[in-house]
Structures are given as C-alpha cells and as structure tokens.
C-alpha cells in the first residue's frame, strides 16, 4: 500500500472550518506575513543607503532564515507544556518589537540584530500558528484547513510587496513611514492572536520527546525539494527578467500567489478525500512543467503563463504534503513533527538560493532553471521507488 494511502476510511468529520477562532487565527497568519513581505521592496535599499553592500544583503537573509530555524526543534518540542498559544504570542511580539527599532534605530549593526530577534519570533510564530491549524482542524480534514490557512501568505505577498514598493518609489516615504506601515501590521496580527482560544487538549500522555520527528521524513524530503525552487525563484527570477529584458517578473509573483490562494483549499479538501498521494505527485509534475517553461520563457506572456503553473502546481502539492505530514502525527507529536516540517521548508529556500547563486557562475538562467525542475520532480521517482520498494 502506499505510504499515503489511509489504513482505513477517514471519517470526515462535519464540524465547520470557519469558526471565528479559525478565522482569528487566519488574520493573524495574514497580518504577520504581511509585516514579513512589506519589507521585500524596502530592506535592500535600506541597507545600502546605510552603508552596505550587496553581500550585507544576502548576509541579512540568510541571518534571518537561520535565526527562525535554529531554536525550532527545541520549541517543538516543549510546545505542548508551554502551549501553542502562548509561543504563537512570543513570536509576534518578538517580532513586532525588533519592528520599533527599526523605525528609530537607523543603524546597519543594529539592523543585523534586529532582524536576528525578529528571525527567532518568525520561527516561534511558524511552528505555533500550524500546530494550531491542525488543533482547530475537524477530524478527518486537516488537509481541508491547512489549504485555508494557506491561503494568508500568497494573498499577502500579492499585495504587501507591491504595496511596499509603491509606497517607496511613487511617493517618496521616507523608511521610518515603510517601516512604521510593517509594525502596525505586525500589531494586527497581535490583536487577532489575542482572540484566538487554544483548544484543550489531553496532557496525559506528555513525554519525552526527540527534537527530530522520523515520522515526517518522507513529507520533509518533499517539502526541502519544492522549497528549494521556490528560493530560487524569489532570489533570482528579477534577474533572468532583467538579463531577457521580460518586464513582467512582478505579475510572475502576482499570478502565482492569486493561484496559490485558490489552488490550496481546494486540492487540500480533495486531498483528504481520494488520498494525499494522489494529489501531491501530479502538483509536482505541474509544478516540474511551470519551471521548464520558466527556463524557456522569453516573453512576458509565457513568463506569466509559467506563474499561473507554478502556482496550481506549488500551491495544490503544498496543502496535501503538509496533511501528509498531520496524518503520521498523534497529537502529543504535532509540535515536533511540524518543526521539523517547517523547518525542512524553510531550509530549502536557503539551500536553493545558495546552491543556484553559486551554480550562476558557471551556468546560465536556461540550464539552472532546468535543474530546478529536475529537483522538483525528484519526489515523485523517491515515491515511485518507496512504493516498487514496498510492493
């Protein structure tokens, strides 16, 4: 049998996704994300106008990534003693904190340890605020509201960088007003996880647990490899844009989130209707498809068509892999397991930037973005395999 394939029929349980604790939970999600997105327009130019350089730029994001991975196994696994409410609040008021200072602190070191405190409450914020999607998910359709969670962060980066950009470019605001606009996010997103009221949950069976869940193994594996394409895409779609003279990388970004937000909810409910497999390895496919075109693309139109692919397959893939991942977790495991989820996810962005940033000095845009989609499409041999293997 499949690794993905239930044992028996999942009883899909008939209690509403929307309540207004989801819906709480969903604002906050949405707010954070946006406070997070707003500065990719604005951060850049920040740090040169201070003093530094490209390299101070990179190093900046790189800082931040690693600040949000690196205390996530230990989170995970005190999660259930200390809650998922009470972490989800530390991460956002870690993070909104370090927000202030950069509004009043206009300085490149204090810039580095701003942005390392606000890495460390993103990290705490994205281990809590998932956790708790699945304790507030009816039974049998975690797959269902992961999807609807997910739709907060493509909706925000359709809207916050452009905003962000707008903002800096049209009209000329100065960096304290950008960054003042990220922290008033940052406190939405508080007031909404003040609403939220963290389900009760059996203690009983509370024990030791090991930093690293096996459990989510394989879902982690996959998630590494579609993550690891979408840091190149971030980092280095602009520049393929610039050196093919395709004005329309932005609407790349626009179209693959807008098809995202749809494709998520509504492949995660399918997803827990006819299994997860049966969902995530035709995402990758689509989504293996949308970078080969990337890496042929020389007009706007098919860059465009391209976002819309990545986006159906990328965002269909994500919601089923990430219930893939729930399913193999008994509760008192969800803070591990999804640290581990979470932390391959964002792993794989900073692999994949640094991989494809050094690989750029030998090879050109065609031939990188062609071993995207070999990367991309490696999950689905890795299944084939497990299953031969299997069977």
């Known amino acids: 049998m499949a690794p993905s394939s239930p044992k028996a029929p999942v009883q899909v349980g008939a209690e509403k996704i929307l309540t207004a604790n989801f819906m709480a939970l969903l604002g906050a999600v949405f707010f954070l994300f946006f406070a997070l997105d707003f500065y990719i327009p604005v951060l850049p130019f920040y740090v040169l106008d201070i003093g530094g350089g490209e390299a101070a730029v990179g190093l900046l994001m790189g800082l931040f990534t690693f600040c949000s991975v690196i205390l996530r196994p230990f989170q995970g696994r005190d999660l259930n003693r200390r809650g998922r409410k009470r972490l989800l609040l530390t991460g956002i008021i870690l993070y909104a904190a370090a927000a202030v200072g950069l509004i009043f602190l206009p300085s490149l070191p204090l810039l580095f340890i701003f942005r390392a405190v606000q890495g460390f409450g993103w990290g705490a914020f994205l281990l809590a605020f998932n956790t708790l999607t699945l304790d507030l998910a009816p039974p049998g359709r975690s797959g269902e509201a992961l999807g609807l969670m997910g739709t907060a962060p493509p909706l925000s980066l359709a809207v916050a960088p452009f905003l962000g950009e707008h903002l800096r470019i049209s009209t000329g605001a100065g960096y304290p007003l950008l960054f003042s606009i990220a922290f008033a996010a940052a406190v939405l997103a508080l007031v909404m ?12 069976g509370d024990k030791k647990i090991p930093l690293l869940s096996q459990k989510v193994f394989f879902p982690s594996l996959i998630i590494f490899f579609m993550t690891f394409n979408l840091g190149c895409i971030l980092t280095f779609l602009p520049l393929l844009g610039d050196v093919r003279d395709i004005e329309a990388v932005g609407y790349f970004f626009t179209v693959f989130a807008l098809t995202a937000t749809v494709f998520r909810p509504t492949f995660g409910r399918i997803s827990d209707r006819i299994g997860r497999s049966r969902v995530f390895i035709p995402g990758l496919i689509v989504a293996s498809a949308a ?39 008994p509760v008192m495991e969800r803070g591990v397991g999804m640290a581990t989820f979470t932390g391959a996810f ?11 940033g050094i690989l750029l000095k030998w090879f050109d845009f065609t031939a990188v973005f062609y071993l995207c989609a070999a990367v991309m499409f490696a999950p689905v041999i890795i299944y084939g395999l497990k299953k031969r293997i299997k069977a």
């Open 346 to 356: 964002d792993l794989g962005i900073v692999v994949g930037a640094s991989t494809i």
């Open 291 to 329: 970078l080969i075109m990337i890496a042929l693309a020389t007009t706007a139109t098919q860059l465009i068509l391209s976002g819309f692919f990545f986006g159906a397959g990328f965002g269909s893939a994500h919601s089923s892999v990430m219930a893939l991942a729930a399913d193999r977790l």
């Open 193 to 204: 996880a003040l609403l939220v009221k963290e389900p009760l949950r059996d203690k009983s």
